[in-house]
């Protein structure tokens, strides 16, 4: 019996892994804890479609603006000053192209946006568990197993000590990979409540069970289903409440302003009015502990704890040099970017010319428009911004527009919403030097790009029939 039981399972995962979505979900679970295998998954997924949908992906306009965009790239680089690196730049950008123009052809549906949530949910579970150890128990270890197979590395106490890190180099990294996670995980979780809520009736169970099995075809095979477990509801409760807590531990305020963001958007699209009141009350009571004039401040530093207002005034930080300042890095990028406003001065080499000005080292302005511009020219950066501006207007014009499922919008929402916290994470901070968090943001964007193209494509076989 248990023979035939493993036989079955067996039989199932190779199956699952013969297609190359499946591929590219695992390689979603083990990102986080290995990119050198992540990579090789999503990348041998995007050689694969390529060979099998190449006439499909190079038919699409967004595309072309891809290619042209690596065209200029690549032009830039051959004027910049140290060449070798700016070649080495390239690699932070022309592959992630690639691998969005492969996936935003396999990822098509709506089952597969949730499927692809619910695998980042699960896989950053044991990533927060870590960095909880790391942070309250002093777990720190060096793992490996060749070399970078698998690379495990945990500082004692976080990194910068203090603020949690977990697997990932840095926390303001730890933090837009949370953030991310955090706004997909309390969408599958708001669609589960919203399901449950309106699935009262034996139709409305069998529809929430039809999606669940949609997400999970595992369930389908199970002796005794049961529309109304509670166990995936649970699972994403706590999930979204331990991601939330590590996101705090972070001490990104970047990555706190965002999640709030993403809370206040996700309430006023349900309607939740006295929501979205208590969450700008609470975020009024911060920011006046942290800015307002001394009276006024000393009231509310009373109820709001110091960990929150200081972090946010830099009272917790005091006497940073002003070179480590933002607003001195943007307008060193800026008028870089004056001096060269055609090719830029070359990828990878605002490091090399802040520190020879400032006597620090910093690897990147903490704006990635900024650095796009002053790296690569003018033209440059606005073509990359026009291409991810036209992604985001089309998919919020799909939302706003097209016959949609009910029970569809709100996951579609939910990607939406995590691409423009991308967007807004990269205003402040640059995420493509993680792989991890450039191969995420960019699989996130291929994604709704691969529904806004199915959709445009049903349009235009209506029309055509009409």
């Given amino acids: 019996m248990l023979g035939a039981s493993l036989n079955k399972v067996f039989d199932y995962f190779k199956s699952r892994w013969q297609s190359s979505w499946n591929y590219s979900l695992w390689a979603l679970l083990i990102f986080p804890l290995s990119p050198l295998v ?7 997924v995007s050689l694969i479609t390529w060979l099998k949908q190449s006439r499909k992906i190079n038919r699409r306009p967004i595309n072309w603006g891809f290619a042209l965009l690596s065209m200029l790239l690549i032009v830039s680089a051959g004027f910049a000053q140290d060449k070798t690196a700016a070649f080495l730049g390239l690699f932070n950008f022309l592959p992630f192209f690639l691998l969005f123009a492969a996936h935003s052809a396999l990822i098509q549906t709506f089952a597969q946006l949730r499927q692809m949530a619910w695998a980042l949910v699960i896989g950053s579970m044991p990533v927060v ?4 150890g790391q942070l309250f128990l002093g777990w720190s270890f060096k793992f490996e197993i060749l ?12 990194n910068p000590p203090g603020r949690i890190a977990s697997f990932f180099l840095h926390a303001n990294t730890f933090a837009a990979y949370l953030t991310i996670v955090f706004i997909l995980g309390l969408g599958l979780w708001l669609e589960q409540w919203t399901e449950r809520q309106r699935g009262r009736g034996a139709e409305g169970q069998r529809g929430r069970w039809e999606r669940l099995t949609a997400t999970f075809p595992l369930l389908s095979q199970s002796p005794i289903p049961n529309p109304q477990s509670p166990i995936p509801f649970l699972f994403l409760t706590v999930a979204v409440i331990a991601d939330f807590i590590a996101l705090i531990f972070t001490n990104s305020r970047n990555g706190w302003a965002i999640a709030i963001f993403a809370c206040l958007a996700y309430a006023l699209y349900q309607g939740w009015r006295i929501l979205v ?3 700008a009350a609470i975020v009024s009571s911060v920011l006046l502990a942290a800015f307002a004039p001394s009276p006024v401040a000393h009231i509310f530093r009373w109820v709001v704890p110091a960990f929150f207002w200081a972090r ?23 008028s870089l970017a004056q001096q060269h406003p055609l090719t830029g001065w070359g990828l990878r080499s605002f490091s090399t010319l802040y520190n020879a000005k400032m006597q620090i080292p910093l690897g990147h302005p903490h704006n990635l428009f900024l650095m796009l511009s002053a790296e690569t020219g003018f033209l440059n950066a606005l073509l990359f911004c026009g291409l991810l501006a036209w992604i985001l207007i089309t998919g919020v014009q799909l939302l706003q527009k097209s016959k949609i499922n009910t029970g569809d919008r709100l996951i579609f929402f939910s990607y939406l919403l995590a691409f423009g916290g991308w967007i807004l994470l990269n205003t402040v901070d640059v995420t493509l030097f993680d792989f991890r968090l450039n191969a995420l943001s960019w699989l996130i964007v291929a994604a709704i790009c691969g529904v806004i193209d199915r959709y445009s494509q049903k349009d235009k076989l209506v029309s055509h029939q009409n």
């Avoid at 568990?129 to 909880?132: A, E, H, K, S």
């Avoid at 070399?147 to 976080?158: I, K």
């Avoid at 917790?316 to 800026?334: C, D, G, H, I, S």
């Fill in 129 to 132: 568990i870590i960095g909880f």
């Fill in 312 to 334: 946010l005034n830099d009272d917790m930080y005091p006497n940073r040099p002003v070179a480590l300042m933002r607003k001195t890095q943007w307008e060193f990028a800026w």
């Fill in 277 to 279: 009141g208590g969450v």
């Fill in 147 to 158: 070399w970078v197979v698998l690379s495990w590395t945990v500082r004692p106490g976080g």
């Fill in 38 to 44: 992540g990579a090789v998954t999503v990348g041998f």
